[in-house]
């Protein structure tokens, strides 16, 4: 719109235009007002009834919440304002009328239930609260962007429809591809491999992964951002530095450039992860869980964590925390075993003490090592050749992790629900919007 003025922009003064959607309207008798809100903040609109004509002060006071409206007018000084200036209107236009009766109250005053606010986003971003959930979201994603360039990365996009799943089973979103089947990718994990043994060595991708599982929690998607990095010449406990080092910009990232977004969630002492995270060996972390008589049976080698498991431990160590020298055969194929110990891989899992955010480890590099993991998970290296005869062309030592960019969110501010920091999010129930 030519000439328009940001709310927050208006100075006693000035004479601005201003557009954006009617937040509230009070009408005192003799004089109204009109709160116009904006992406920059609110501003008062005040019609004096009796000065002036009537046609502007009807269009002012009659317009419907959330309706779009333009506002021409000198600004003034007006300390009892919200914002301390008031526009005084000579023309007043209602682009877009709003239906009387909405959804939910995008003033916030009154609570709407979060599928009502699912299945009417549009109007939802338009509180104060959802919208700084989104503005920190993005902070975050630009945060680690330039954390991973800072760390040699170069940012790839790869394909979502694939020939084989990464990791084969059953979580698998068939598709019908030109009369074949295809599947949505669960992970660009192959892909990202077979790019460190390129001329790119080390990489970085923020993209879609999607996952058929049954899961229908607070905390589990079918379709998720995942935030992943692979580099060559890497080894497990060196990606667990780069995993540390992504995770706290995104926490600095937040903290130095979402101030009022975090005062409107209620943080007032929001602070970045400072010390080096804790290293737990999975071995220490199933001894930790059984000491804390938690669980209705002692977990034994080989288990994986339950969710009772993980809260427990969690609340123990307080803070970020990785749990490393994983069992081999509760991790994927592609997962290096130790060199003097085939029973222990060295995968790795960084948690938040409410659930986990990160799996990772060194890879398989060997072609030989590579194609007799595929068999011990069941899985036919044949359906996997365009990734495994790549190992044999000189592929070097690497590592890497993928990190679920929602969840970072959902523990960084302490959501309730994981849907909340997905604009319309996808799982076993909702396909629309």
């Known amino acids: ?23 509230e309207i009070r009408d005192l008798g003799g004089i109204a007002f009109l709160i116009v809100r ?11 009834k009796d000065e002036m004509d009537d046609d502007l002060v009807d269009t002012g006071v009659d317009v419907t919440r959330e309706s779009v409206v333009r506002v021409s007018g000198d600004v003034e000084a007006e300390e009892r304002a919200p914002t301390g200036v008031e526009v005084v209107p000579d023309e007043v236009e209602v682009v877009a009328d709003a239906d009387p009766e909405l959804p939910l109250d995008p003033s916030g005053k009154v609570d709407a239930d979060l599928s009502t606010r699912l299945d009417n986003r549009t109007l939802d971003l338009r509180t104060e609260e959802s919208k700084a959930v989104f503005e ?4 975050v994603l630009r945060s680690v962007r330039e954390r991973f360039r800072e760390l040699g990365s170069i940012e790839i996009n790869t394909p979502k429809v694939v020939a084989t799943g990464t990791e084969g089973g059953t979580e698998l979103f068939p598709v019908t591809y030109f009369g074949r089947e295809a599947f949505m990718n669960q992970s660009p994990q192959l892909f990202k491999q077979l790019m460190v043994g390129s001329g790119l060595e080390r990489v970085f991708e923020v993209g879609p992964i999607f996952r058929a599982e049954e899961h229908n929690t607070p905390r589990h998607l079918n379709e998720a951002t995942s935030i992943d990095f692979e580099s060559a010449f890497f080894d497990h406990g060196e990606a667990m530095d780069a995993c540390e080092a992504v995770v706290k910009a995104a926490y600095e990232g937040v903290a130095e450039n979402c101030r ?3 005062e409107t969630l209620g943080y007032e002492n929001f602070e970045a992860p400072s010390g080096e995270f804790p290293r737990l060996t999975y071995e220490a972390a199933i001894e930790r869980i059984n000491a804390t008589g938690r669980l209705d049976e002692q ?12 809260h427990a431990l ?35 899992d960084l948690m938040h003490p409410s659930m986990e955010l990160v799996s990772g480890g060194q890879r398989e590099h060997r072609h030989e090592r590579l194609i ?3 068999e011990q998970q069941g899985l036919d290296p044949d359906a996997f050749e ?27 501010l302490g959501l309730d629900n994981i849907r909340e920091a997905v604009l319309f999010p996808r799982d076993r129930q909702r396909l629309s919007p």
């Open 1 to 23: 719109m030519e000439n328009r003025t940001y709310t927050a922009d208006a100075e006693p003064g000035d004479t601005v235009t201003v557009a954006g959607w009617a937040h």
């Open 38 to 48: 904006d992406t920059t903040g609110r501003i008062q609109v005040k019609f004096e």
């Open 136 to 139: 920190v979201r993005a902070e």
């Open 260 to 262: 009022e977004e975090l």
């Open 299 to 310: 977990l034994v080698w080989g288990d994986d964590l339950p969710t009772e498991g993980e």
């Open 314 to 348: 969690g609340e123990e160590v307080g803070e970020h925390y990785f749990i490393t020298d994983w069992p081999s055969e509760i991790k994927p194929f592609y997962i290096k075993d130790h060199d003097d110990d085939e029973e222990l891989s060295t995968g790795f």
């Open 372 to 374: 007799e993991g595929f």
């Open 386 to 412: 365009y990734y495994t005869k790549m190992f044999k062309y000189g592929m070097p030592p690497h590592a890497g992790w993928g990190l679920g960019g929602e969840r970072l969110v959902m523990t960084m």
